[in-house]
């Protein structure tokens, strides 16, 4: 029988490239939605005719009961949140709604339903925040600087918890930046890429950008997603890091990016008091050694490949 796998957050970046590795492992995925005047499923509309996609939300511990009870699935990735570190300050009340209270109603559904469910938690290196050492691993203390960071540190720490308490398989994944070309538009690479790939065409000339000296670990997100299955597949739980172990500056990224279609950054980025943080995470690198020796995992796709790839995906896009 094909194992069954439920993935939150399937509309995303993280979920379209985690439903198409489940698919390739021969499982059947059951994708959660929630219910909302616009749905976009562009990310996931060319293996929309192999997924089953369910009504679910992470406010309403009843939804996501009934989709476990009709589904029966034996793997859950959790990987919904209001995900955006700008928009939770503005939204801080809903990012904990999502973003924190969602991974309790999520693991108190299985225990209620199946207790045997394998249960991965989306973490994230925002949780490190304001570091307590370079780089980070697993037993660095958490110091989040953001809503989010806050709201992903209780979802972690309920994630150990549950496990636990209740001898849930439940594993978290610290997941430093990882981004690919499905990434949102309002995160920093992705803005960048596509800045490039506008203004190359003559249709922009400039970007506007914060803090250009802040600095962070980034990954291919196909890559990463490899290490959320390798997870579920162990005896026991656990958690990992998963990151590069390398770290870019944003102004490195806006130099390669322009360089990849022979412009010069400094003649279009322009820094804009209105895009600095509140409060700025200091130097984020991660040190995935745990996830190599356990997991067999290692990230495949290097920082220079990946802006590459997405600044020509942006591209290809516009000529379209």
Known sequence: MAKRALITGITGQDGSYLAELLLAEGY?????????????IERISHIQERLTLVSGDLMDEISLINVLRDHRPSEVYNLAAQSFVQAS?????????????????MLDAIRIVDPEIRFYQA??????????AVPQNEDTPFYPRSPYGVAKVYGHWITVNY?????????????????????????VTRKVTHGVARIKAGLDHEIRLGNLESQRDWGYAADY?????????????????????????????CEVAFATVGLDYRDHVVVDPAFIRPAEVDLLVG?????????GWKCDTDFYALVEMMVAADTKALQR
């Open 123 to 132: 973490s994230s290196s925002e949780m490190f925040g304001r570091v307590r």
């Open 89 to 105: 300050w503005t939204q801080p009340v809903l990012t904990g709604e999502t973003t924190a209270l969602g991974v309790t109603r």
């Open 225 to 253: 997603v490899r290490a959320m299955w390798a997870m579920l597949q162990r005896d026991g739980p656990d958690d990992f890091v998963i990151a590069s172990g390398q770290t870019h500056s944003v102004r490195e990224l």
């Open 287 to 295: 040190d995935a050694t745990k996830a190599h020796t356990l997991l």
């Open 163 to 187: 496990r636990e308490s209740y001898g849930l398989h439940a594993s978290s994944g610290i997941l430093f930046n990882h981004e690919s070309p499905r990434r949102g538009l309002e995160f």
């Open 28 to 40: 059947e995925v059951i994708g959660v939605m929630r219910r909302s005047s616009t749905v976009n």
